[in-house]
């Protein structure tokens, strides 16, 4: 679990709003039981972003530290709305997988093939996020 102290500054302090964006894509009600669970998945979902895009340090950046490992990440004001999305969307994702056991959703496609989770968690927002991941690479 990530230590709210530890991210304070950057786009992190935005979990709540991000939460409550996710709740409402779930179509929770308020009074869910389930619901205090969002803000711990949307922190989650922060962290993972950040490992994920490999930022490089830049003027506008900030830097948190975890576990002894820092980590790049955006300034409150500086983070793109396509990040704010993929986390909204990745909350949502971490949220049901406590409905798919073993990796197999409770539905099925229209040919009655089961549908089954990805095992990579950020496969779902991977085109959200491909345009701000930083790295390198061969041509």
């Known amino acids: 679990m990530t230590d709210p102290l530890a991210t304070a500054g ?7 709003e991000i939460a409550d964006a996710a709740r409402r894509l779930l179509r929770l009600n308020v009074a869910d039981p389930d619901l205090i669970r969002l803000e711990s998945l949307a922190r989650s979902a922060c962290s993972a972003i950040d490992q994920d ?3 490089r340090v830049h003027p506008d950046r900030l830097v948190y530290t975890l576990g002894g490992l ?18 909204t969307q ?8 406590k409905d798919a056991p073993f990796g197999v959703l409770n539905a099925a496609s229209a040919n009655a093939v089961p549908m089954y989770i ?22």
């Open 118 to 139: 990805s095992r990579d968690q950020l496969a779902g927002v991977a085109s959200l996020l491909a345009p701000y991941r930083e790295g390198w690479g061969f041509a």
């Open 53 to 55: 895009l490999c930022l």
């Open 70 to 87: 820092d980590t790049i990440t955006y300034a409150v004001d500086d983070v793109p709305p396509d990040i704010l999305e993929a986390a």
């Open 10 to 16: 950057t786009w992190h302090d935005q979990v709540p």
């Open 90 to 97: 990745l909350t949502a994702e971490f949220f049901r997988r």
